[in-house]
């Protein structure tokens, strides 16, 4: 990217392609990539025509996509500590903002949008202590597994190695027991 960019926008604009590359909405690319809501879409169209952009999305087409894991925290996490300012303002609006100005607000936070019969706007926003809950079992998760491979490290073993000795389930085990072949000891076996 340009050498001559603010501190903090090569990055950004990297990250913009990143997400881009996920995504495929420059919108929403360009306000996870930290760029203002309301200059998204220009921004992002600025980004998509400039030759470093467009030779790092090239570059990004062959690498590994975004872990599904990734993206489903990020949105969390944006649900979780996102603001809701946008949301407010448009429940408060007296009149319906033009399309320009819908488009540049942030209403990743709203589950659902009704007009009344009156006029009235009713504005649904998706659950924040339920994304928190949400976060920290993921969190949990993470923990937990990272514990795990710890152990399995401390035991000299890979994760590799770990799935190649596990256990077998018990009808593997005792295949003759599950085709029906029941194993009884009577009182008679145990006497003789």
């Known amino acids: 990217m340009a050498k001559h960019d ?7 604009k990297r990250a913009f392609c990143r997400w881009y590359a996920a995504l495929g909405n420059p919108c929403e690319a360009a306000v996870r990539a930290g760029f ?22 090239a570059a990004l087409e062959g690498a590994p996509p975004v872990p ?19 949301a407010v303002r448009l429940a408060f609006a007296e009149e319906l903002p033009d399309a320009g ?33 949400r976060l920290l079992e993921c969190a949990s998760a993470a923990d937990s597994q990272a514990a795990a491979e710890a152990v399995l490290s401390a035991f000299g ?3 590799e190695e770990a799935e190649h000795d596990a256990v077998p389930d018990a009808g ?13 000891v009577s009182s008679e076996d145990t006497q003789a």
């Open 172 to 184: 593997a085990v005792f295949g003759e027991a599950a085709g029906g072949d029941e194993l009884v």
């Open 36 to 57: 203002p809501p309301q200059e998204a879409a220009d921004t992002a169209m600025q980004l998509l025509t400039q030759p470093a952009c467009r030779q790092y999305l």
């Open 68 to 86: 599904l894991r990734q993206l489903v925290l990020a949105g969390l996490t944006r649900l979780a500590f996102g603001r809701s300012n946008d």
């Open 101 to 133: 100005s819908l488009d540049a607000m942030d209403l990743f936070a709203v589950s659902e949008i009704k007009r009344d019969k009156n006029g009235g706007v009713e504005i649904r926003l998706f659950d924040r202590q339920r994304a928190l809950e």
């Open 6 to 12: 603010a501190p903090g926008t090569a990055a950004r």
């Open 157 to 159: 073993c890979g994760r």
